[in-house]
């Protein structure tokens, strides 16, 4: 499975930016794609993550009514909409993929991207 994460940029704190994800090498049928992002001296934490059969997403609560994680399956591609950026959501951003369920923990993911930087400006 390969994973190609883009999207990341510099932004003003408010502002929005979108990532996507493109993901190949199975079939995407079961399983889920994960957000997590890590700051600099930080673990890497869960942000959001979508079923790739279903719709039931869930979110970390800092992110909560601010991000929207979202899939086009015939592509298999997973995006996630920031909006309303802040100095603290500044940190490499990770897409993973899940073969089975959809965890919040690093561990539940099997294949990651290569990551994004998002680097939010006060």
């Known amino acids: 499975v390969q994973l190609q994460a883009s999207g990341g940029g510099l932004v003003q704190a408010g502002g929005s930016l979108t990532l996507s994800c493109a993901a190949s090498?199975?079939?995407?049928?079961?399983?889920?794609m994960g957000w997590f992002r890590q700051a600099p001296g930080k673990e890497r934490e869960f942000v959001a993550a979508i079923p790739w059969r279903g719709y039931a997403t869930d979110y970390a609560d800092s992110v909560k009514g601010r991000f929207t994680i979202s899939k086009d399956n015939a592509k298999n591609t997973v995006y996630l909409q920031m909006n309303s950026l802040k100095p603290d959501d500044t940190a490499v951003y990770y897409c993973a993929d899940s073969t089975i369920g959809i965890p919040r923990t690093k561990g539940g993911y099997k294949y990651w991207g290569q990551g994004t930087q998002v680097t939010v400006s006060s």
């Open positions: 090498g199975r079939t995407f049928s079961s399983g889920a």
